[in-house]
């Protein structure tokens, strides 16, 4: 399964990145998103989870880009990772939505993201049966 990892520290985007791989993970980097737009625009990516800081510098935040990036991939899953609690206040968090504010253990942040990644998985599977299903059921009735 496929991460896309945004974050404008190269340092700490490397770690998170260093350790999504070290856990099995797929992961995918950009610095700022612009750049995450154009991957998850990419048809051969199959992106399941985005991970975005809120604070990506100059242009869209985190918020902007989970925005844009539901857009282009309705069932992507987020977890934003921020140091900027109070961006959250007023905001309903989605079911497909997770906050983790910084610092952070890398180890959980990389256990939730897993979690995210199986349900998608599992989500993914229950529809493909009941795609099969329909399609025996109609073969079945001609």
Known sequence: MTVLLVEDDCVVRLTIGEYFESIGLDVLEAAAAPEALDILRNPARQIDVLVTDLDLGAGDDGLALAAMARREKPGLRVVYATGSPERFIGYRLA????????????????????????????????????????????????
């Open 95 to 142: 079911d497909w939505e997770q906050v983790f504010l910084k610092p952070f253990d890398t180890s959980l942040l990389g256990t939730a993201v897993s979690a995210m990644v199986e349900a998608e998985a599992r989500k993914r599977g229950r529809r493909n049966r009941i795609q099969a299903a329909c399609a025996m059921g109609s073969a079945s009735s001609l």
